[in-house]
């Protein structure tokens, strides 16, 4: 007999239970883009992890990337079938100084004369560390395609360049590009983030 009740009570309770439903939570609210771009354009330290694959003027190739971000430094290592393989770039404002696999050291003119034959152009380091973060550089005039919802760029064109932004991942509290397409003249770059360090 009191198993039959305790039954009884437990059908009762599921029937009630059945019958609540919790009320959906809605998502937070993405912050504003002013705030996100002006937070964005402001870090100084970050680094990231990748793949990068690079058409220029008819020929192409594919190598791992490394960066790293201190301030206005950027070291950046492109690992791959650059002609002779890795090549080391420390860049801050107007200086930059590559080594090359051989060891080769190589500065201001030279170095960007180096990177162009290596990549089929003269890539816009100072830029790129903001466009890479899903910004535009503060410096330049720009044009933006915003996801409304989302309060990120879909599309960024400054400086004769378009990036679009194929994808975001979450860092942190934060979302940042994951994977992005870089496009000026007949130089195309193809950039897939696989890890940030933020």
């Known amino acids: ?16 239970l059945a019958g609540c439903r919790t009320a959906p939570v809605p998502a937070p609210a993405a912050p504003p883009w002013a705030a996100r771009r002006a937070e964005l ?26 960066w790293a971000q201190d301030g206005n430094r950027a070291r950046l290592a492109l690992e791959g079938p650059l002609g002779a ?17 051989s060891g080769a ?9 180096e990177l162009d034959t290596r990549l089929g152009f003269d890539p816009p380091l100072a830029s790129l560390r903001y466009w890479i973060l899903g910004v535009p550089d503060p410096a330049l005039p720009d044009a933006e395609t915003l996801d409304p ?10 400086d004769g360049w378009r990036i679009d932004y194929g994808s975001y991942t979450a860092v942190g509290g934060e979302w940042l590009p994951a994977r992005l397409t870089l ?8 950039l897939l983030v696989e890890d940030w360090q933020s």
């Open 183 to 190: 496009e000026r003249g007949d130089v195309r770059v193809k």
């Open 105 to 113: 050291r190589l500065t201001s003119d030279a170095a960007h004369a």
């Open 41 to 66: 354009q402001a870090r100084e330290h970050f680094g990231l992890k990748g793949r990068v694959a690079v058409a220029a003027a008819g020929a192409g190739f594919n190598a791992r990337l490394r």
């Open 1 to 16: 007999m009191r198993n039959r009740r305790a039954w009884g009570a437990a059908a009762a309770a599921l029937v009630v």
């Open 149 to 158: 919802p989302r309060q990120r760029l879909l599309r960024l064109e400054q």
């Open 85 to 101: 393989g890795a090549v080391h770039v420390d860049a801050e404002g107007s200086r930059l100084d590559i080594v090359t696999a």
